[in-house]
């Protein structure tokens, strides 16, 4: 009998990712690919790929009929969706059911309960999950929001309740600055949206983003997995993640992976999911929402707690119990960086292009999860994420020293990337030491090339004056449109260039 | 050859004078009027392996932007600087400025979609101006107007792709 075969419906690394994990389970698979993708390494590394459209994603990566399509002229009987994309479309999912196959992800009845902000809330709330302390209805004067604070602490957060993007809210640290902050906070609300209504929430100053990763199966069991810590975002998107928080002790570790698997079971949840959490300077922590599919960040758990979360997602699929009863014991410390085709020095500007020369680190304590091989073309049509890197190491410090030691190492020229401003984050003694906040990228620069020594700066001048010079020396032609036969004849690998 | 190299800093603009010659025992460098010997070779990525006389190495990629403008990467740190050869830089001190600069087209840095065009011919635009907004990657991105300047010409519509390099407006010549 042939192997079964699984249609990953995604691009990029975390379709690589996949069809590693269909390989280790014996699972034949299969890719799709845009016009864009013709020759990408996770159609390289399939069995099968069936063409889906044109680059723009939505004519291809979200076209749910070609997907089904695919599935069915390939034989494949499970669809995994990776992340992005369709991941977290409630109707997809249920499409791929109603197609006969088996979907590796949660219920649809599931992805819809999280995927409302207003009824996860409430689900979450009904669990006893804690969520951000908030008023639901506009504060009558100002002894009602005084005591709101005397309730939750201080500081609170005044809000126009007709507001948004950031008007009319006003940070209040104490009781006495309520009545003079209630009156302004009034009176901008008026001015602002014709409205005086103003309520407020507890204002969780320089929070950490911390995350639980669990993983249900249809046998009832759910298991929270450790969690991750992703302070560090740029654009509301996480550069740098890390396994274990360090700040989070066992004791705290196991109030959040409590609470997580409460949220997880008041949704029936199956396969793996992430819990996101606010976590206050003060060790409280609020739900902020749940993300229904595997994660970017999941290599980093994987490191430290010895699992493979994408082969647990297909084998629970497929209606197998997961591999353990109980989380394994953390060991040792794991940092991620996001690899973007970005570029730093120029306010992060995308960057697609050919990949010219690609070399990647080795050695101890790494793994790689790419996307890409030396010769590729990086669409402009897709996320400009384009590979991971993810160090290991016995505690956070030798962690974060591999890290360093693998960016250094890793050559990809051709395109720009997150690399440099990856180096020079890792010597802020601020993220050395963790004293970190989701805040914290919003005020640190990347200062770039304004860093460069002495000899740097004298390498970068011979560099360019000998590709200046043997620029104008072509231009002056004679047929020679190379170096001088000495320098041929005494460098033959730079001279036969072109 | 000699050439000048001019870097852009905090402090304002610092020139430096590049002198490059080659003979059969390889590549001296004179760099402000210190000569140094370097042993030089090609990498796979069309970069320069470089190695200086006390030791100093890197792997270096250096390339030819639009007018004169380099950018070198050296192992991962990131210059940028003008490098005009002699007479150039002589011709051009001469004429006051950069005649190149002073008319001049926007150029797309990156590649990408055309989303929208912010503005038309003969508009005035203060240095900084979003003129076209350009999407890659699921970013949308501002060209900003490099100075002040009255637009002449629009060399893109919506919708259309464009590659780095390409024109998307053009600027009146200054008086």
Known sequence: MSAPRLLIANRGEIAVRIARACRDLGISPVAVYSEADRSSLHVRLSDAAVAIGPAPARESYLVVERLLDAAKRTGATMVHPGFGFLAENAAFAQAVIDAGLVWVGPDPKSITAMGSKTESRARMQAAGVPIVPGMTEPARGPDEIAAFGRAHGFPLLLKAAAGGGGKGMRVVRSEEEVPAAFERARSEAKSFFADEAVYCELYVEEPRHVEVQVLGDRHGRVVAVGERECSLQRRHQKVLEECPSPVVGPELRARMEEVAVAAARAVDYVSAGTIEFLLARDGRFFFLEMNTRIQVEHPVTEMVYGVDLVSEMIRIAGGAPMSFERRPDPRGHAVECRIYAEDPARAFAPSPGTISRLRWPHGPGLRIDSGIEEGDRIPLDYDPMVAKLVAWGSDRDQALRRMRRALRETRIEGIETSIPFFLELLQDPDVVSANVSTQFLERWTYSGGTGASAVEEELALVAAVLGASRAARAARGSGQPSWPSAWRTARPTYGSRE | ?175
Not at chain 2, 21 to 41: K, N, W
Not at chain 2, 72 to 77: R, W
Not at chain 2, 114 to 134: C, E, H, K, M, Y
Request: proline fraction near 4%; hydrophobic fraction near 40%.
């Open chain 2, 1 to 175: 050859m000699k050439y000048h190299a001019k870097f852009q800093g905090p402090g304002g603009e610092r020139t430096r004078q590049v002198e490059v010659r080659e003979d059969s025992s390889g590549v001296e460098v004179v760099l402000d009027g210190r000569a140094a010997r370097y042993d030089v070779s090609a990498t796979p990525e069309g970069g320069l392996s470089i190695i200086s006389s006390d030791g100093g190495h890197a792997e270096v990629v250096a390339r030819a932007g639009a007018d004169g403008d380099y950018r070198a990467h050296v192992g991962h740190t990131v210059l940028t600087f003008e490098l005009l050869d002699d007479l150039t830089a002589r011709a051009l001190s001469a004429a006051g400025r950069r005649a190149t600069r002073s008319a001049g087209d926007l150029k797309a840095a990156i590649p990408g979609r055309v989303l929208r065009i912010l503005v038309g011919p003969g508009d005035r635009v203060s240095a900084g101006q979003p003129l076209v907004v350009l999407e890659a990657m699921k970013m949308e991105n501002d060209v900003k107007a490099p100075r002040d300047a009255t637009l002449k010409s629009v060399e893109v519509a919506a919708g259309q792709a464009v590659g780095s390099g390409q024109v998307l407006v053009r600027f009146e010549p200054e008086g």
